[in-house]
């Protein structure tokens, strides 16, 4: 107690020096390594300082973050299904590789009976080309192919006749249903006799001329077609035949509409034909859909005997290089076919990558999932990382293997946990329009009481100075860019001093590296 009163005294007879007027010394004790201080008090003035001695001064960086799980995965099926089994509930504990939940995998079974099934006639007929043609199978093949020839030529002689009804349908709607409003119809210069819109008159003459040389042309393909293996080409042709005649009855349909009645035509025979001219278009209409069914006959029945054929020509030659590498090629496609009918299967499973707790579970039996929508979520309950965003302007300041201090919201501050930054994201994560990067920590060592979602205050050095020269940063004055401080001498006087700053302490300490020695006593506040 001795020494401590003396140099309080001594302070004071320091202070006194600094007015002519009378003061009142309050003084207090040292502060650890920083020295004594003192205020004093002159009216309503108050003055304090510290003298420089040695001390540590740590700049840190403060944040807040949130305890996640080291390895989190959330699970969803690839395909919308029925809910059929919910294997796993919230807690409980899953080995990786356990089942979570099943989907309706009827189809998918389904499927791969299929495949397998296709599979092996696939490997049958590759075992057949590779062993050779037996005589009795020729035989099979050849009645085969005497069946499809049949059923080719019976379908060709039905599409003749739908033809030459086509045929028949067009020139009786041509040439008796329409043929009598004109005068000289066959002639090179027909001539509409109705009286009606001269353009269509004009335009459907000119049509009535051209239909002669149709009705020789169809019936020259028909004809020809009666001799032909393949008929198709004139089944084409008639058909854009019947397409010609539909807009020339479109035409007549629309003369009539618009004619004038006279003594040659009056109303009712215009109404009649109008009714013949409905009727020509319906027929027309119905053999032209005839003869489209009839081409899907056709063209079945021509594919058919063209497989037949190609079957009893490779009967009878055996079987090609070329033959067997193409059944080589069938069997590994129905090879493919099964692999990913199994992965269709496997995705009806929904099973855990990973070993841990199930902390979500929406899954319920009926329900139907939909794809890639997340239904669960599994934790690694045995490690744990902190996920923390720092601001763009102490980022710089941060790296990969650097230490931190951690406390958690419900263990409170006397409680500390060591940690250290395992990543730093390189893309920035914009909150509330302020850059930040996601930054992320994991305990240096296991901690079984910490749980997921807690709060973490982490503080991470990142400078230390020892035996450094500091003071309190009110200390610390600006001018024209340039620091200063106030230093109180022996002999009572003030002076301001230019200094060099270092590091500035968590504690509101600012380092001094030059301007100012140890001992000298720093005015904080009080000029």
């Not at 129905?334 to 929406?362: C, F, M, N, Y």
């Amino acid at each position: 107690m001795e020494g401590q009163n003396d140099s309080i005294v001594a302070d004071a007879s320091l202070l006194h020096k600094m007015s002519l007027n009378k003061r009142r010394i309050l003084l207090w004790g040292g502060i650890g390594l920083i020295g004594i201080g003192f205020m004093v008090f002159s009216g309503s003035d108050e003055v304090s300082s510290v003298v420089l001695e040695p001390r540590s001064v740590v700049e840190e960086i403060s944040i807040t973050g949130r305890v996640v799980p080291s390895e989190k995965t959330e699970l969803a099926f690839q395909r919308n299904g029925r809910i059929v089994s919910v294997e796993k509930g919230i807690g409980d504990t899953v080995l990786r590789g356990d089942v979570v939940a099943r989907i309706d995998a009827s189809s998918e079974q389904a499927k791969l009976s299929q495949a397998r099934a296709d599979l092996a006639v696939a490997q049958a007929d590759l075992d057949s080309l590779r062993q050779g043609t037996r005589s009795e199978e020729i035989v099979i093949k050849e009645s085969e192919y005497k069946n499809r020839k049949l059923e080719f030529v019976n379908a060709s002689s039905v599409m003749l006749v739908r033809l030459e009804t086509a045929y028949l349908k067009g020139e009786d709607a041509v040439r008796n249903l329409t043929d009598p409003l004109y005068s000289n119809p066959r002639s090179a210069i027909p001539q509409l006799a109705i009286v009606t819109d001269s353009e269509v008159a004009h335009r459907l003459e000119i049509t009535r001329v051209s239909l002669n040389a149709l009705f020789s042309n169809w019936r020259t393909r028909i004809d020809d077609a009666k001799l032909a293996v393949d008929i198709l080409p004139a089944v084409e042709d008639s058909r854009e035949y019947i397409g010609m005649l539909r807009l020339y009855l479109d035409d007549v349909a629309n003369a009539i509409n618009n004619a004038t009645p006279n003594s040659a035509y009056s109303q009712s025979a215009l109404d009649g034909y109008k009714t013949d001219v409905a009727t020509a278009r319906t027929n027309l209409d119905t053999v032209d859909a005839n003869i489209v069914v009839q081409i899907e006959n056709l063209t079945k029945a021509k594919s058919a005997l063209i497989s037949a054929e190609d079957a009893l020509s490779l009967a009878r030659s055996g079987a090609r290089v070329e033959d067997i590498r193409s059944a080589e090629g069938v069997l590994a496609s129905r090879e493919a076919s099964v692999l990913q009918v199994q992965a269709d299967l496997r995705e009806t499973v929904l099973w855990s990558p990973i070993t841990g707790t199930v902390t979500k579970q929406d899954a319920v039996v009926g329900q139907i999932a939909s794809a890639n929508s997340v239904i669960a979520t599994i934790i690694n309950s045995t490690g744990f990382e902190i996920e923390a965003f720092v601001p763009e302007v102490d980022i710089a300041q941060l790296s990969v293997g650097q230490g931190a201090v951690v406390t958690l919201d419900p263990f409170g501050t006397t409680e500390e946990f060591k940690a250290t930054i395992i990543k730093i994201d390189p893309a920035e994560t914009i909150i509330d329009g302020v850059s930040t990067y996601l930054t992320t920590f994991v305990f240096i060592e296991s901690y079984p009481k910490i749980k997921s979602g807690m709060t973490a205050n982490i503080d991470i050095e990142t400078a230390r100075s020892e035996q450094a020269l500091a003071v309190p940063q009110r200390a610390i004055q600006t001018r024209d860019n340039k620091r200063f401080v106030h230093i109180y001498q022996s002999n009572g006087d003030i002076v301001e001093r230019e200094v060099v700053l270092g590091i500035r302490g968590s504690d509101g300490y600012m380092e001094i590296t030059g301007g100012v020695e140890e001992g000298e006593r720093v005015i904080i506040s009080g000029l």
